[in-house]
């Protein structure tokens, strides 16, 4: 990270664990406010380094990780313009049954921590909770997709081609309706 001149590189973005900013067109630099965080996303990131939805982890160090840049727009606004596909639809279904299988605590993530790039590929990128415990259903993920009014078009498409996992997730979809509903 020596070699590293932070303050020369692009500004990705901020949030609650740290602040991401461009190399160059391949690879991207977190660097975060507390250890712990780093633990956790490193750990999520390793475990799931053979799945292409996550990002390539290059080199970390005491509060940071250079990885992969997954170039494009976060899902929550990609889809305010853009229409939800049946392939976005399967890469969603993939990425929680990857992570499931992969027995990550939390098969979940929010919209805006998935990325849409220019080829339309998703990419998880900040999977510092997936390392938390949490029910085995994806309720951030739904409860996005319900707040783009795209839920229903999800649910028809896991049901249609994932009826395992459909059948799975249906008592905790009742109560997402009860919630919603209320």
């Known amino acids: 990270m020596d070699r590293i001149r932070v303050e020369q590189l692009e500004f990705i973005g901020a949030g609650k664990h740290g602040e991401v900013y461009k190399i160059d067109d391949r690879h991207c630099i977190k660097i975060y406010n507390r250890r712990q965080y780093l633990r956790r996303e490193l750990a999520a990131l390793q475990k799931g380094a053979e799945a292409s939805f996550f990002p390539r982890v290059y080199d970390w160090g005491r509060d940071y990780i250079i990885r992969e840049y997954a170039p494009g727009t976060p899902l929550n606004r990609y889809l305010r313009v853009n229409p939800f596909t049946p392939d976005i639809a399967r890469q969603l279904v993939e990425m929680v049954e990857t992570m ?39 309720r951030k993920l739904l409860k996005g997709l319900m707040r783009r009014g795209v839920d229903g078009e999800f649910l028809e498409y896991v049901k249609t ?22």
């Open 161 to 182: 081609h994932y009826p395992e996992t459909h059948a799975r997730w249906q008592r905790h979809l009742e109560s997402l309706r009860d919630q919603r509903d209320e």
């Open 100 to 138: 499931r299988r992969l027995r990550f605590r939390r098969a979940d993530t929010r919209l805006s921590h998935i990325i849409v790039d220019p080829k339309g590929k998703l990419w998880l990128i900040d999977p510092v909770n997936t390392m938390k415990r949490s029910p085995s259903f994806p």
